[in-house]
């Protein structure tokens, strides 16, 4: 038998930082949502005891150090699933970019492997899974829009914000998220985000608001030790985005248009700057 989940990348809307704690991450309060750019996760049962992993993609790890794989041998693993799986990631997420393409395909492949060996685990339980692979795991496994406290993984689910495009641009550096976490000093952090500005922006439904109140603590990291993630971010406002935000760690940077006839003019100037540019909707 076979599955297939979708595995779709994440932006953060804002992104606050509490403090640190003792066990080295950061107390986070964020407001995240996705978008529809997805990577297509094709599960096979095997009937030898084994985890394959295959992708078109030349630039993942395929052995244990890929989150579905690490996803699959939790289950096998917690649940004494004696059968094997064979996975196939078809990656469309640009990797360690600041949109969770890992965390969304182990995401992914713990609601399959649930659907395939037809575990009947509940989703407050694959959460506490994936919580074991990756702060913004339990995110991933439901998606939607939800206010992520603690180190990401407690969640409160909110609702969507009004429609609109996202275009997604990814300069050709990467990024280490724990490098970033680490370089912030949290005590000294001048502009927090308002996480409930945020949330009241989308409860109104007023996107103009929403745009305003984009934040995103880490970007003062970021844009410091990239400085063309910087202009990225300039170049998008200069093209005429209504709100423009670094994604996570970075290195992406997003800009929300309400204007369809804006899009292909922001899509096209940006195309100049890097290759990785993507124009898509929200996931509401
Ligand atoms: C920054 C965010 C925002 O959504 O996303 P990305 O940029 O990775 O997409 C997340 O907090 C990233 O989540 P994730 O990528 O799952 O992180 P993890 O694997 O749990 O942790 C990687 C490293 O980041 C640091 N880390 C992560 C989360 C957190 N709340 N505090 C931290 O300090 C730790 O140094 C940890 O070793
Ligand atoms: N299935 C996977 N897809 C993408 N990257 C993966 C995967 N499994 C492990 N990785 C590794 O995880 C790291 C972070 O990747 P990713 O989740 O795409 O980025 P981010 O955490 O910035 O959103 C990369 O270094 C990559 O090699």
Redesign the pocket.
Known sequence: MKVFEKAPA?I?LS?DVLRKRED???E?E?V?TMVDLADRIEMQELPRDTIIISSQAGYIPLDEKNLAFQAARLIKDRYDVKQGVYIHLDKKIPVAA???GG?SDAAATLRGLNRLWKLGIPVEELQRLGAEL????PFCVTGGTAIATG??EKLEAIEAPPQCWVILAKPPINVS??EI??KLRAAGIQHHPSTSAIVEAIRQKRFDWLCDRLGNV?EEVTLELYPEVRQLKECMVRLGADGVLM????PTVFGLVSKEAKVARIYNGLRGFCKDVYAVRLLT
């Open positions: 994440k953060n992104l080295g991450y950061h986070v964020m995240m600041g949109l969770a965390s990756g702060s913004d795991v180190r990401g998220t724990s976490y680490g880490l994604s996570g760690s970075g």
